[in-house]
């Protein structure tokens, strides 16, 4: 379109009618290149593939050293926002978003009490129940089969350590079933806080493991019958048991 900047095309830097980034002179300058760079890309003037200029160009760009740009350029790789690529083609490409980064943000967020497991986990409840009829009606043979497979892995855990990563798996795996990227971003980034809920859930019942492992097969079956009504309330007592759970535990880790 004539007039529309065009600075920035996949994988190549391409001269365009107008400079996406400007010269800045507040604040502190590293800091206000990250946020014209992450306005840009939620903007969609920068989507995943883009290579962003070269530091000298950069540099030229905004009007500052180097050393700045090379800083914004940590950030921005550190937000997952950029990968730094090394090499004749390197350079400053825009990713693809990550949900695994909000994961880890959300679990910061824990740690530091501001949000809570039991919000995490009525949140759980929100998307995961919500998206049952999408999953029994989308749902494929390959996604059924995905998950009782991991349905088996679980059983045959139970003789051990259950690894509470496998029931984390499970939902992560349940969530792609809707076939929609953004409840499948939304999930994943709760994959971390599940498990760490988990962890406080099995704390105040050892058995919680096993009860979620039959549960999930008995999920699965629904979801093959297409049966939304039986899935939404087998996933309803699932979640509820686990959000009893870690409400338990929260409550007895504040009253100590």
Known sequence: ?????????????????????????????????????????RQGQLVAGNRLPSERELCERFGVSRVTVREALRVLEA??????????????????????????????L????TISAVEV?????????GIVPLVCERATEADISALYQICDQSRAALE????????????TRY?????????SMLVESLHEPLVRSLERARKTAPTHGRHGVEEHR?????????????ATELMRTHLRR???????????????
Do not use: C
């Not at 824990?110 to 009490?113: C, M, N």
């Not at 051990?160 to 939902?171: F, I, K, Q, R, V």
């Not at 969530?175 to 409840?183: F, G």
């Open 242 to 256: 686990t959000a009893d759970r870690v409400a338990t535990t929260e409550d007895s880790v504040l009253s100590e």
């Open 1 to 41: 379109m004539p007039g529309t900047p065009t600075a920035f095309t996949k994988g190549v830097v391409v001269p365009g009618t107008g400079d996406l980034l400007s010269r800045v002179s507040i604040g502190r300058i590293s800091e206000v290149i990250v946020d014209q760079v992450r306005m840009l890309i």
């Open 79 to 108: 937000n997952g926002l950029v990968e730094i690529r090394v090499g004749a083609r390197g350079g400053a490409f825009v990713t693809a978003p990550s949900s695994r980064l909000v994961g880890e943000g959300i679990v910061d």
């Open 175 to 183: 969530a792609a079933a809707a076939h929609n990227r953004a409840v």
């Open 160 to 171: 051990g350590d259950y690894p509470l990563e496998l029931s984390a798996a499970w939902h």
């Open 218 to 230: 008995l999920l699965v079956d629904a979801i093959t019958e297409r049966d939304v009504e039986a």
């Open 121 to 129: 986990t009525e949140a759980r409840m929100v998307f995961e129940l």
């Open 110 to 113: 824990i740690s530091l009490a």
